[in-house]
């Protein structure tokens, strides 16, 4: 297995991934394909030029089982020390064919040492109940619940 940094080869397996996980999760979504992925093709090109976005794959034999997006949240300067942003994690998915193989705790566990070598603050995640039980088997705690204001 290679866990790596998506390149722009990955992007049609990643907008299929994309569109796999939303339909497991919510079957009754039901959008036009063909219209989903010209969006997601563009946000991806656009991601994975910049420097916020940090795709990561697993790649067994040329399939990618199971990608963590990262998004960089950079913080307001503080006096008195250095400031580096925190990671937001988000689309975290192993397609069901290679579930429960370690791949995602494989992952998880390189996305931690890429952070901490690059000094990030902390990494946060927003899991689904169900999902919960993963993070905290690698090392994620619950922290205080955010507040937001929907528009």
Not at 42 to 51: H, I, N, R, V
Not at 52 to 76: C, F, M, P, T
Not at 102 to 111: A, E, K, N, R
Request: aromatic share 14%; charged share 25%.
């Amino acid at each position: 297995m290679i866990i790596r940094e998506a390149a722009e080869k990955d992007i049609d397996s990643l907008i299929l991934m994309r569109w796999e996980f939303t339909i497991e999760h919510q079957p009754h979504v039901r959008d036009d394909f063909d219209l989903f992925a010209t969006e997601c093709r563009a946000f991806l090109e656009q991601a994975m030029s910049g420097e916020r976005w940090h795709i990561w794959v697993a790649e067994l034999n040329g399939i990618i089982a199971s990608h963590v997006y990262i998004q960089l949240i950079d913080k307001v300067p503080r006096p008195g020390r250095v400031t580096y942003p925190f990671a937001y994690m988000t689309n975290v998915y192993t397609d069901p064919d290679y579930r429960a193989q370690g791949i995602g705790s494989q992952m998880l566990q390189t996305i931690r040492e890429w952070a901490k070598a690059n000094k990030y603050e902390f990494i946060i995640v927003w899991p689904s109940e169900e999902a919960r039980e993963f993070y905290s088997r690698n090392g994620y705690v619950l922290c205080n619940d955010p507040m937001e204001l929907q528009l």
